[in-house]
């Protein structure tokens, strides 16, 4: 049966999107001690037909614990570059065993660039099993 991947065959995907959260990457020294605000939003490609055709919690992903292990790994973290800090989330949601591929968008809310009131937003995307 396939599934609805955008990207990934024959898996469909959970999208979980503005989780906020302080941080401490930065080039700057102040950033790393002081901090800042994050958003990530992610997409996971897994299979969902089993708990689509049972109804069943236990066949699914638990988002909470998505959400958390992001947050804990922005708690630890103490890069230089949002690259990295985007690697570490990347790996860590990975870790959980029914999430095939993983997209995250990490966005630096309030980059310390002089006249410049935007946003920064790294995007990458790994499988498991591979540095895709």
């Not at 890069?79 to 990347?90: C, D, H, M, Q, V």
Request: hydrophobic share 40%.
């Amino acid at each position: 049966m396939e599934g609805s991947g955008d990207g990934a065959a024959g898996l469909d995907s959970i999208r979980i999107s503005g989780i906020r959260h302080y941080g401490y990457t930065g080039f700057f020294a102040e950033e790393q001690v002081l901090g800042q605000w994050f958003e990530v939003n992610l997409t996971l490609w897994l299979d969902l037909a089993t708990t689509g055709a049972n109804d069943q919690l236990d066949n699914t992903l638990n988002y909470a614990e998505v959400v958390e292990a992001v947050k804990a790994v922005m708690d630890a973290a103490h890069f230089k570059t949002l690259e990295r800090l985007n690697t570490a989330i990347l790996e860590r949601v990975l870790a959980f065993a029914q999430v095939r591929r993983v997209h995250s968008e990490l966005v630096k809310l309030s980059p310390p660039i002089p006249n410049f009131g935007g946003q920064i937003t790294i995007a990458m995307t790994r499988c498991k099993g591979s540095g895709d």
